[in-house]
């Protein structure tokens, strides 16, 4: 069964800093990983996708991810950190041979002036 | 586009009552997905529908759960009777497909207290 982990309930870094969240995700077939931002009282909001093409995916507002096949990982990331960044992120992955989502727990973001 | 269309966006019942929650999906989209989030849970998937039809109704936690798409345009989650562990905000979304270069489009979520 597919499957992904989020390393981290809350993470806290500064504005300006580099923000990493983590995700690492099982799969025994090529998976399709996404991270998904829930600002507070909204839906969840795409931000990026792999679909087995390029491993270094470009999202919305400055975030990026890597598809590391070896580490089993997606972890997001962006170079600086923005007030406007605070939310809870979302990593899931798409169960094969379905259209369900399989999402992570969540991890809460905290920015701090 | 208005985007996923939910309603009511907030709902407070006492025990036992009969709730039912509203789902509008975009246009041309076949899919559409009942989730409903906890902090004790997370995310869930209850249900989806593709063209109208329930495909994996799996995730629905009892009997006192339904849900039904009349047309490609609506679809309602049923609770009856609710009870207070039913609280909860439950998103709907929908899909063009499963892979959809845009995901799937989440609407802002009903949150449910029963009390």
């Known amino acids: 069964a597919q499957s992904v982990t989020q390393l981290g309930s809350h993470v806290s870094v500064s504005e300006g800093a580099l923000v990493l969240l983590r995700c690492n995700y099982s799969?025994?077939?090529?998976?399709?990983l996404f991270w998904y931002v829930q600002y507070p009282n909204q839906g969840l909001q795409l931000l990026l996708k792999?679909?087995?093409?390029?491993?270094l995916v470009k999202g919305i507002n400055g975030f990026e991810a890597e598809f590391k096949k070896s580490e089993t990982s997606f972890h997001l990331t962006k170079p600086s950190a923005h007030m406007s960044d605070a939310a809870e992120y979302f990593c899931?992955?798409?169960?094969?041979?379905?259209?369900?989502?399989?999402f992570g727990t969540g991890t809460r973001l905290k920015v701090l002036a | 586009d208005a985007g996923v269309i939910q309603s009511p966006r907030h709902e407070v019942t006492e025990m036992g009552q009969e709730v039912t929650l509203r789902c509008k999906p975009i246009?041309?989209?076949?899919?559409l997905f009942w989730y409903r989030q906890t902090m004790m849970r997370g995310l869930e998937l209850l249900i989806y529908?593709?063209?109208?039809?329930?495909?994996?109704d799996s995730g629905m936690p009892e009997d006192r759960f339904s849900a039904k798409m009349p047309n490609a345009s609506f679809s309602t989650l049923k609770i009856q009777p609710s009870e207070p562990r039913d609280s909860a905000v439950y998103f709907c979304?929908?899909?063009?497909?499963?892979?959809?270069?845009?995901?799937?489009?989440f609407g802002s979520g009903t949150r449910l207290t029963v009390v």
């Open positions: 792999y679909t087995s093409a390029a491993t």
């Open positions: 799969s025994s077939v090529p998976p399709y």
């Open positions: 529908f593709n063209n109208n039809v329930p495909i994996d």
């Open positions: 899931a992955v798409i169960s094969s041979g379905t259209y369900k989502y399989i």
């Open positions: 979304a929908s899909s063009h497909d499963g892979l959809s270069p845009y995901g799937y489009t």
């Open positions: 246009s041309g989209h076949d899919y």
